[in-house]
């Protein structure tokens, strides 16, 4: 699936398992196995908390959480579908987000977030 149902996906494929919290009004914090591939900086894994937003006037926003790789001032860590593209991939139960800036990924770039059942932490 793609865009907002992409993360609805997620949700079903990943609800009830360890460590993947469905908090009040249907969002999402979870550990996650995160691959970001970009121009810039080639391919990078880490593990991060994740949050998703899902009601009122952000609902799909992802919010990947700072952490010893990733950082908000050299990558995109809070992601809309309204400028990213969001799919779900069944084959490993992740969601994948493209999308493009030239300034500060170098051009195209990938996110796959695949929960991994660590647990999350906003720290």
Same mark, same amino acid.
């Given at each position: 699936m793609k865009g907002l149902m992409a !993360? &609805?996906?997620l949700r079903e494929? @990943?609800?009830g398992a360890s460590?993947?919290?469905v908090q009040g009004a249907g969002h999402l914090f979870f550990s996650a196995n995160v691959i970001y591939q970009s121009a $810039? $900086?080639?391919q990078e894994h880490s593990v991060n908390a !994740?949050?998703?937003i899902r009601n009122g006037n952000k609902d799909?926003? !992802?919010n990947i959480m700072e952490g010893d790789e990733l950082s908000a001032e050299t990558h995109h860590l809070e992601l809309s579908h309204r400028f990213q593209s969001y799919a779900f991939d069944p084959a490993d139960n992740s969601? =994948? =987000?493209e999308g493009d800036s030239k300034e500060k990924m170098g051009g195209s770039y990938s996110i796959k977030i695949v929960p991994n059942g660590l647990p999350a932490? @906003? &720290?």
């Open positions: !993360v &609805t996906e494929a @990943w609800d460590n993947f919290k $810039r $900086r080639g !994740v949050h998703i799909g926003t !992802v969601l =994948i =987000i932490s @906003w &720290t």
